[in-house]
């Protein structure tokens, strides 16, 4: 199965700050890779999928880029509702899986 | 809407079984792609399975730690999506959440959207 490393696992940021996830995966996967922020309690909810492409009513302050292995979430400008955990999900292949996560607190 | 509804968790002793299901409003499921992710308590999300669409004949695929175990299937008629659990085992107490994934071409190639997700249901699995 292909992994998933996301990088950091965690992290605090203040509001307006600029962030940045890493997620790699351990094979080259193109770029078959969606972003899922989850908050506590919550179901997940599709931020960016094809690794760069804004899902429709995403906030533009989300942004997505990468292939092959390396792959980057940015939150522009952190707003207060930005505070969540974020996964990144490879669908090249089966079984599909899923980063460990990236918890982004409030600093 | 598009709204995704999941029932069927509760307690059950390992070794013991559940059905889960997921009901499906505002789209034709028959259309659509429909998977399981889990999640154990304070843990990340897991992939867990999948039912093609009529179109790709209702074939399934599963994460390796289900296979031969669980079981998704269908009933279109209904909307509806299920999966049968059998051989519990403690590891797999979590939320299971469905999923409707909707295929994304862009040029030439295809990508997964998992939108939308239903509020999940509790599976815990003790004696």
């Known amino acids: 199965a292909i992994q998933m490393t996301q990088s950091p696992s965690s992290l605090s940021a203040s509001v307006g700050d600029r962030v940045t996830i890493a997620c790699q995966a351990s094979?080259?996967?193109?770029?078959?890779l969606g972003w899922y922020q989850q908050k506590p309690g919550k179901a997940p909810n599709l931020l960016i999928y094809?690794?760069?492409i804004l899902q429709s009513g995403v906030p533009s302050r989300f942004s997505g880029s990468g292939s092959g292995t390396d792959f980057t979430l940015t939150i522009s400008s952190l707003q207060p509702e930005d505070f969540a955990t974020y996964y990144c999900l490879q669908e090249y292949n089966y079984p599909h899986t899923f980063g460990q996560g990236t918890k982004l607190e409030i600093k | 809407e598009v709204q995704l509804v999941e029932s069927g968790g509760g307690l059950v002793q390992p070794g013991g079984s559940l059905r889960l299901s997921c009901a499906a409003s505002g789209f034709t499921l028959s259309d659509y792609y429909m998977d399981w992710v889990r999640q154990a308590p304070g843990k990340g999300l897991e992939w867990v399975g999948r039912s093609r669409n009529k179109a790709n004949s209702y074939t399934t695929e599963y994460a390796a730690s289900v296979k031969g175990r669980f079981t998704i299937s269908r009933d279109d008629s209904k909307n509806s999506l299920f999966m049968e659990m059998n051989s519990l085992k403690t590891e797999d107490t979590a939320a299971y959440y469905c999923a409707r994934i909707t295929i994304h071409e862009s040029s030439g190639s295809y990508h997964e959207k998992f939108d939308p997700w239903g509020q999940g249901t509790l599976v815990t699995v003790s004696s």
């Open positions: 094809a690794a760069s």
């Open positions: 094979q080259d996967i193109s770029n078959e």
